[in-house]
């Protein structure tokens, strides 16, 4: 038994390399399950910087100065923050308070939409089955609207914390735009020279978690967009706050979409009643869902890694359940990284190739620095 844990550790262990990932990966997880909160405002803003640095890529290919092409970035994330602040969030707000002011006259109306059901399947359904669940309702939502109320009251240091941040990112964004390569050089400079494995990763890693922020949030944004143009032609009440869910609910594959469908035919069909406008809407929402899964998120993410729906189901539960919001944005880079550390982990078959192409590059750099 000794043999095989021995023989096991050494062939997946036996390198300084594969000791200090371990050790990395060890030290990030527990700093972000003890710090995580503290550090909010730096992850934020590393995911902004990756969303920001191909547009400082690009003006810094039309010849703009490197510090330029940080300032307009930084410009446009704080213009982009001040619409979202001042105009997109005052009618997002405005539409949730009425929504939750009609939802008593919502539930009277579905109560009498389900209550034709027991008349017309008597042997399925029952009125008193019907009233059983609109009482439990009633209930769970009137303790609902007191978490609310006592949740709201009890953070307000937060609201202060949240406008300190709004001040605190920008900053760190721009540092993190304006000095990637100083930072990058500087925690390079703690690992050790010869590194194929955690090499091969970083590159493997690198482009991949760049195109997918970017790529999420154009797609969050393209999908909000798009859902509003069409609930505002539909006519459809809270069209706003649909269609930022709509948006959001791309960050969670799968179950997003699934969930959110819930809310876009409750408030459809407490509008319209099973009327032609109600399955025009659901009409219209279906292919949303279908241009975004089959249109969108191939152009998008052309070049992500292959993963198979049940793992992306998987990281998003593991890493939602662990991270929360964060885990949940990147439970797909996540699924990645562990991929691309399986298929990077050093064993016997290929240490040796490792070594030949550290040698050859060695030297490359050799022959053209002669």
Request: net charge negative; with cysteine.
């Amino acid at each position: 038994m000794f043999a095989i844990v021995r023989g096991w550790v050494n062939r997946y262990f036996s390198q300084e390399e594969v000791v200090l990932l371990v050790l990395l990966l060890l030290a990030a997880m527990v700093v972000l399950a003890t710090l995580g909160g503290v550090l909010a405002p730096v992850l934020a803003a590393l995911v902004i910087a990756f969303l920001l640095q191909g547009m400082v890529q690009r003006l810094e290919s039309w010849k703009v100065p490197h510090w330029l092409a940080v300032t307009i970035a930084c410009l446009v994330l704080v213009g982009a923050i001040a619409g979202l602040m001042f105009v997109v969030m005052p009618i997002i707000w405005r539409q949730t308070v009425r929504l939750f002011a009609e939802l008593p006259n919502m539930i009277d109306r579905g109560q009498e939409l389900l209550l034709l059901l027991p008349e017309q399947y008597p042997r399925l359904v029952t009125a008193q089955q019907i009233d059983e669940i609109f009482n439990t309702l009633g209930s769970e939502l009137g303790s609902f609207g007191q978490t609310v109320l006592t949740f709201s009251l009890a953070n307000i240091p937060v609201l202060a914390a949240v406008l300190i941040y709004l001040v605190v990112v920008p900053i760190l964004v721009f540092f993190f735009l304006k000095d990637s390569n100083k930072l990058l050089a500087w925690c390079a400079s703690f690992l050790p020279h010869q590194r194929p494995m955690l090499r091969q990763i970083w590159h493997e890693m690198n482009d991949q978690v760049a195109n997918y922020v970017r790529g999420k949030v154009i797609e969050i944004a393209i999908v909000a967009l798009v859902s509003y143009i069409a609930f505002l032609l539909l006519g459809v009440n809270y069209a706003l706050l649909l269609a930022v869910a709509v948006g959001l609910s791309v960050l969670i594959p799968y179950i997003g979409a699934a969930a959110v469908t819930i809310p876009v035919a409750a408030i459809g069909l407490f509008q319209w009643g099973w009327s032609s406008e109600f399955f025009w809407l659901m009409f219209a929402y279906g292919v949303i869902q279908l241009l975004d899964g089959n249109v969108l998120v191939p152009i998008l993410f052309s070049e992500a890694v292959n993963l198979h729906p049940v793992a992306i189901i998987l990281a998003v539960l593991v890493f939602g359940g662990i991270w929360g919001f964060w885990g949940v944005f990147f439970a797909i880079p996540l699924a990645t990284l562990a991929k691309a550390i399986m298929n990077a982990w050093p064993t016997a078959d290929h240490q040796a190739a490792w070594q030949e192409r550290e040698l050859l590059a060695a030297s490359e750099s050799t022959d053209a620095s002669n």
